[in-house]
């Protein structure tokens, strides 16, 4: 999976990971908002859920230490990452002001 995750994050468009784990309860919370904001941002963004459990080679090279993390992506370059749960608006807007510069 390692792999595939490096030539993932290489896109030319943004690409928003989601670290996440089944026994999380704010992952669950969480992933609605994600789902709506993929829909809306179809073309523009591209939203990748990671479950740490069955991928920890990746979480523990990204030091992913608490679920979710959020980490934003474009060309192979990490331009933003936050821990814990996010609204549809602030998300929206990190995409917004830190994706498109």
Do not use: H
């Amino acid at each position: 999976m390692l792999g595939n995750f490096q030539s993932l994050i290489q896109s030319s468009i943004p690409v928003l990971i989601d670290f996440y784990a089944e026994w999380c309860q704010p992952c669950k919370v969480q992933s609605p908002i994600l789902l709506e904001i993929a829909r809306e941002q179809q073309g523009n963004l591209r939203v990748v859920k990671i479950d740490v459990d069955k991928n920890p080679e990746i979480a523990g090279r990204y030091q992913v230490r608490s679920v979710p993390t959020l980490m934003l992506f474009k060309n192979g370059n990490l331009l933003w990452e936050n821990s814990g749960v996010m609204t549809k608006q602030q998300l929206t807007e990190v995409v917004k002001t830190v994706a498109n510069n």
